[in-house]
């Protein structure tokens, strides 16, 4: 029985990614597909870790970060070491979230503030304008 392989076209099309995109991370040394002439033949494992490459980039993982949990990559110690490393990746991601929205709630409120005196200065302006006309 032969081995899966995939074109880089097959896994463009499969995770709706641009080729240019699968060899920019065969050029970051994260896939590496074997060559028949000009051609890439990919394996499932690299099928694997380009759908881990994406879900990672998906969650707001560094390239950096996607790359070391796939080479923790360990199914013979149950990938303690991988699934430690995505859980303690997942807190700190969760942390830079939270804090975004601190700093999201906080530029809303100083918008609110900003908002309110620019429309509490028109109608200076306005009533203003109103007191000059009655006036001439």
Same mark, same amino acid.
Do not use: H, W
């Given at each position: 029985?032969?081995?899966?392989?995939?074109?880089? !076209? %097959?896994?463009?099309?499969? $995770?709706?990614?641009?080729? #240019?995109?699968? =060899?920019?991370?065969?050029?970051?040394?994260?896939?590496?597909?074997?060559? =028949?002439?000009?051609? =890439?033949?990919? !394996?499932?494992?690299?099928?694997?870790? $380009?759908?881990?490459?994406? =879900? /990672?980039? #998906?969650?707001?993982?560094?390239?950096?970060? +996607?790359?070391? $949990?796939?080479? *923790?990559?360990?199914?013979?110690? /149950?990938?303690?070491?991988?699934?430690? !490393?995505?859980?303690?990746?997942?807190?700190?991601?969760?942390?830079?979230?939270?804090?975004?929205?601190?700093?999201? @709630?906080?530029?809303?409120?100083?918008? %609110?503030?900003?908002?309110? @005196?620019? #429309?509490?200065?028109? *109608?200076?302006? !306005?009533? /203003?304008? +109103? $007191?000059?006309? %009655? /006036?001439?």
């Amino acid at each position: 029985m032969a081995k899966q392989t995939y074109s880089i !076209s %097959d896994l463009a099309q499969e $995770l709706d990614v641009t080729t #240019r995109t699968i =060899r920019f991370y065969e050029e970051q040394g994260m896939l590496s597909p074997l060559r =028949r002439g000009q051609e =890439r033949i990919y !394996s499932p494992r690299d099928r694997v870790t $380009l759908k881990l490459i994406l =879900r /990672g980039k #998906r969650l707001g993982f560094s390239l950096a970060e +996607c790359k070391t $949990l796939i080479e *923790l990559y360990d199914p013979q110690a /149950g990938n303690r070491k991988q699934l430690n !490393s995505m859980l303690e990746l997942i807190a700190e991601r969760r942390r830079q979230l939270e804090q975004q929205l601190l700093d999201i @709630r906080q530029m809303q409120l100083e918008l %609110d503030t900003a908002e309110e @005196r620019c #429309r509490a200065a028109l *109608l200076e302006t !306005s009533q /203003g304008a +109103c $007191l000059e006309e %009655d /006036g001439s």
